[in-house]
């Protein structure tokens, strides 16, 4: 008896003012996207391309970028953002009738078993965002009452994060218990495939509560849309790119610019050779790829890439940098990748990968 495919990543967990400000996307170029949850995907589009392709191996992410699509037809934009979940409502069920149609079959027939999700906010029906919310409803009031939770999202002055982070946040109790919820052994139960860890290299629990002081300490809590929704579950004071009033309009005009086809990166690059692509959003995919397939999709990746051509990729534990044999066909920048890496909202990764075809 088969099983229906489940979503890893109901949203993207990828910085995309990163991305967008890393692939520089010109009107008239062509992109190549991993469609994860949808939204960077989507982001793209409002700097209007001529075409943007996005490639994914799980029925279940285009299933959700499909439904993103339909609501930015269909629906106004504090409407998407309750269907998807960053705004409270009690209409969700409503609002997704008013997508169906627009849905193709295989995508309709996804989405209508899934009546729960929808209820929630469909950007929350993720296994990784479920992994998320244990800690949030079930682990994170343990250490942290709402009210400072509250506070720590208010920002303040860079000293001020610091002062808090030290004084009210960093105890001894939050240390142990984040260090166990995301060790290796709890995320590869609850959280993520296990598969995902199999070139993972050192602590991924010290790791991720390294970035996150970082993060609330360094970067603004106050804007940023992925600390906020892992914190409260939706977006109280920030929004991802493309979910910002400012840009609803620009990605929705460019939305028959938009293809996606479920399939392997390799099969896809292999079938569209010679068509030429100028931007690659690659998301974190080569985590999950031994070095010798990683080199060889890079080799696929030059082959259909017109001169000029940027790609970008995170890593998270996982070492994937152009590899010397191919320093001749494919520069890093590298500058520009360590600034934006700082910058990186999306906090948890380790590295932030920009490379340029020579």
């Known amino acids: 008896m088969s099983t229906a495919p489940a979503i890893a990543y109901a949203q993207c967990w990828e910085d995309a003012d990163v ?8 009107p008239g170029q062509r992109c190549l996207s991993i469609a994860s949850g949808g939204d ?53 069920g409503a609002l997704y009738r008013r997508c169906r149609a627009l849905l193709s079959t ?55 994060r610091e002062a808090f982070y030290a004084r009210e946040w960093d105890s001894f109790a939050w240390r142990s218990v984040f260090r166990l919820f995301f060790s290796r052994a709890v995320m590869g139960l609850a959280g993520r495939n296990r598969a995902y860890f199999r070139y993972a ?3 991924i629990a010290q790791h991720l509560l390294e970035r996150l002081r970082h993060a609330c300490t360094v970067l603004d809590p106050a804007q940023n849309p992925y600390l906020q929704w892992i914190l409260t ?22 939305l028959d610019r938009l293809q996606w ?29 031994p070095q010798d397939r990683y080199e060889q999709v890079l080799l696929m990746l030059l082959r259909a890439a017109r001169p000029g051509c940027r790609l970008a990729y995170w890593n998270l534990l996982v070492p994937r940098r152009r590899p010397e044999a191919l320093a001749l066909a494919l520069r890093p920048l590298l500058a520009q990748s360590a600034r934006l890496h700082a910058a990186d909202k999306a906090f948890f990764y380790g590295d932030f990968v920009l490379e340029e075809v020579a």
């Open 201 to 203: 290299q050192g602590s």
């Open 40 to 92: 960077n995907t989507l982001a793209l589009l409002a700097k209007a391309p001529a075409s943007v392709t996005a490639v994914d191996l799980n029925p279940a992410q285009i299933a959700c970028l499909e439904l993103r699509v339909a609501a930015y037809r269909e629906l106004e934009h504090p409407q998407v953002l309750e269907l998807l979940g960053s705004s409270p409502s009690r209409r969700r």
């Open 106 to 160: 295989e995508a309709r027939g996804f989405w209508d078993a899934r009546d729960e999700d929808i209820e929630r906010g469909a950007a929350a029906a993720g296994r990784f965002e479920r992994y998320l919310a244990l800690f949030r409803e079930r682990v994170l009031p343990l250490i942290h009452p709402r009210r400072r939770v509250e506070r720590l999202l208010l920002g303040g002055t860079p000293a001020e």
């Open 261 to 289: 086809r479920c399939a392997r990166l390799e099969d896809h690059l292999a079938d569209a050779a010679g068509e030429g692509v100028d931007r690659c959003n690659l998301s974190d995919a080569f985590e999950y790829l």
């Open 19 to 26: 991305l967008l400000e890393a692939l520089d996307v010109r």
């Open 233 to 254: 579950g939706f977006h109280p004071h920030a929004l991802p790119f493309a979910l910002r009033p400012e840009n609803f309009d620009a990605i929705r005009a460019n």
